[in-house]
């Protein structure tokens, strides 16, 4: 079937098709109809299976009609990349409706916000601590609200977002439709749920675990090795863009530094960095630019790149959940992808976890002649059902060169031994 099935507007229609979609996806196929109708929905699927589309679409068919410039669309989100992705969507799917836009989120100065609700918005996509900075401020009226999206609900609370949403939930319309999406199902999402949504449909796409479109592999490596089983794997495995996943913000800078340093097209993204910084590294994923993107878990449900070949964890997430995030950057939209995951004798109770979840899908690879002496471009990895390409494009044209070179001018065996590479 197509989209014709939802009797759309023919002016979000036209967005429908300018953005190439074609035929439904799970998530959209069954949550689109009940919102339709005006109905609460609760929505369960893994990252990347089209969720934002599912609420969009019927937010704009409920909107395009009616009155303008009074904000009657709420759209909660816990990253600003989130929030930026949403306003996207909104963009594309509604350009022909002129239905008008805003994101807000922290980071940036409030007073253009301030700015463009006085504008008047039909549709507003925020995170909750600067949105609720708006209603303390009184520069926001939600009074018109009629259509309330929590998006990627259990990220809202693993990131202590919970005060906050029962504060703003206060200061909406009470007969307001709601709708609640999340990947995974904890406790404190399913008291939220029962809090905010009235005799909801319940639509649940598969189990809340990583596409079955992803392979995924262990790397047992002991920290101070992981730096060279990175580079190694990026010089001997084709890949299309890559997302590294670091725990902390240091880390992510640092690897990111190290690896453009090495030649290859690499930048970084965390929660340091300024919102145009951000937004800069993301622009260049998506262009092309950077081959390589090394992000905290603050990007792990912001990015909504297609074509991620490969996700590596170089630290292992804390929890099956937050792999799960992490890893529904790649496989998107019935691609396929590649997960590898770092794991470290310290690692044991993550990986135990993921492990249960994944089951017999899961691969280890053991590590062949891996000496720490070499340089890494001879350092062997052996990966079971993964492509080898030497020349691999991550790395620049004078990285290639320099490694050549390198192997040219290779230091004595002797010379080896007192010599390790980061």
Known sequence: MNFEKFNLHSNISAGVQAIGYTVPTPIQLQSIPPILDGKD???LAQTGTGKTAAFVLPILQRLVQGRRGVIRALIIAPTRELTEQTHQAVGVLGRKTKLRSATIYGGVNIQPQI????RGVDIVSACPGRLLDHINRGTIDLSGVEVLVLDEADLMFDMGFLPDIKKILKRLPTGRQALLFSATMPDAVRSLANQVLKDPVRVQIGPTTPADTVSHTFYPVETHLKTALLKNILNTTETGPVLVFTRT??????IGYKLEKSGYDATALHGNMSQNKRQKALDGFRS???KILVATD???????????SHVINYDIPDSANAYTHRIGRTGRACETGDAFTFVTSMDKGPAFSITRVLGNKLKHCVMEDFDTSLPVCERKVVRKSHGVQRNNPNRSAKAKSNTRS????RPTAATRRNTFIN
Not at 406 to 409: A, L, S, T, V
């Open 298 to 308: 603050v990007a792990a449900r912001g990015i909504d790149v297609r074509g991620v």
């Open 249 to 254: 913000k240091m880390r992510a800078k640092t």
């Open 115 to 118: 700015s463009t609700l006085r």
């Open 288 to 290: 092309g630019r950077y």
């Open 406 to 409: 390198r192997q040219k001018n």
């Open 41 to 43: 929905v609760l929505g």
